[in-house]
Structures are given as structure tokens and as C-alpha cells.
């Protein structure tokens, strides 16, 4: 049981380059969900998907794009990067009914120099 | 805007002890509220949830959680600690009427042979 997956596990980048990070669920949920995670504060909803063709802005949603490219993937895109973005990401999927659990990848860490 | 406070960045108690990680909210309307354990390196997964009916909710590795509206809190409580319960552990909010969670920043919770 995949259940999500993220990739890359880690990455290093430098100031003003591009990445895209993916992820795929294999658990045919309709909801999909990028997070971030800093030191003291929680998870920060980045953007959302709640349903294949969809797209929306979570709570710091400033420097990022997302593609919700199929049912099963939701990537996300740092187009210039900055060392503000260090984080760790989060991808997470859920079913339509917003009262079941997310299920979460296990993350990319991310270093902007 | 909804909020959830966790008070307590670190929790310490003794194996065989019980633990509560507490957790308050702040939401127009009624609070769907949810309880997710994170271990290192690893994603978030969730323990249990509150919906509606019986205010005590139990959950996985024998978790459960008091759900207290006039108190507006949610705390996670264990009878009996046991070392590998050491995690990182996030209390989250859905406002009726929203899509997407609001979590806590997060408390440490530490046993201790």
C-alpha cells in the first residue's frame, strides 16, 4: 500500500532556481492538499485541489504554483526560488467527504542557499 | 477566522503515566475536530475525530479525546503512557461550511522510561 508519495525525499537548491515537487496517491481520492512545515508554526495550507480540474489558494499561497495534472497527481512549483521557502512539504489526500482523515506523504525537505 | 492553540510546545510525563496534550479552538459554528501523531522523519497520521454525539472519542493506539464545546477545547488524552507514544502531536480544526483544516503549531510529547 503506496498511499502517497512524494518525490524527492530531500533537495538542495540555490536562490532563484525552479523545482517542481510531485506527488501521486493511489487511493482514488478526490482531494488533494500541499502543506508546508516550519519550526513552531504547524502545518500552513500552500494550496489545495478538491477535485481533478481544480485549484485553490490555501493560506500562504505567495511564490508557489500547483498543478492538479490527473485524479492521482498534484504537483507543486517553486518558479523562483527563495531562501524563505526552506521548508519541509507535505502532500496529503482525503476523499470528498471533508470529515475523513487526510492521508499524509512522508514529506520533501527542502534547503534554499 | 478559525484558530487552534496548543499551548504546551513540550509535554513530559513518565511511562505508565497518563498524558493529555491539550488543544483549544476558536471557530464560527460547530468545529470538526481532529488529533494527528508525526514521528520523525515521517508524515502526519491521523489518531481520531470528533463529528458530532458522544463527546468522548476514541481513537487509534488507545488515544482518546474529550470533545468540551463550552471550553472550546479538544485535549488528547492517554490512561497509560508508553515510550514509543514519543511524537510530535497536532490538534486540527474544519469550521462547518470550509474545506480545509486548520492545524495547531504542534506539541512535543516526551515519556520517559
Known amino acids: 500500500n503506496a498511499g502517497v508519495t512524494q518525490t524527492p525525499k530531500f533537495q538542495v537548491l540555490k536562490t532563484g532556481q525552479s523545482m517542481t515537487l510531485q506527488c501521486a496517491q493511489d487511493?482514488?481520492?478526490?482531494?488533494m492538499y500541499w502543506y508546508r512545515q516550519d519550526p513552531g508554526m504547524g502545518l500552513r495550507l500552500i494550496y489545495y485541489?478538491?477535485?481533478?480540474?481544480?485549484?485553490d489558494k490555501g493560506e500562504v499561497p505567495n511564490g508557489y504554483n500547483v498543478s492538479r495534472l490527473n485524479k492521482r497527481e498534484f504537483s507543486l512549483r517553486l518558479e523562483s526560488a527563495a531562501p524563505s521557502q526552506t521548508s519541509v512539504y507535505f502532500c496529503?489526500?482525503?476523499?470528498?467527504?471533508?470529515?475523513?482523515?487526510?492521508?499524509f506523504g512522508d514529506g520533501t525537505r527542502l534547503s534554499i542557499l | 477566522a478559525q484558530s487552534v492553540a496548543q499551548p504546551e510546545d513540550q509535554v513530559n510525563v513518565a511511562e505508565g503515566n497518563p498524558l493529555t496534550v491539550k488543544c483549544t479552538y476558536s471557530v464560527s459554528g460547530n468545529p470538526y475536530l481532529f488529533w494527528y501523531v508525526q514521528y520523525p522523519n515521517r508524515g502526519l497520521q491521523f489518531l481520531l475525530k470528533y463529528i458530532t454525539g458522544d463527546n468522548l472519542v476514541k481513537g487509534s493506539y488507545g488515544f482518546e479525546a474529550e470533545f468540551n464545546k463550552s471550553q472550546t477545547s479538544f485535549h488528547l488524552k492517554k490512561p497509560s503512557a508508553l515510550v514509543s507514544d514519543s511524537a510530535l502531536y497536532f490538534c486540527a480544526v474544519r469550521p462547518s461550511g470550509y474545506s480545509t483544516l486548520t492545524f495547531g503549531k504542534g506539541t512535543m510529547l516526551l515519556v520517559s522510561p
Open positions: 487511493m482514488n481520492h478526490n482531494s
Open positions: 496529503a489526500s482525503s476523499e470528498s467527504d471533508y470529515n475523513q482523515p487526510q492521508h
Open positions: 485541489s478538491a477535485s481533478e480540474g481544480t485549484t
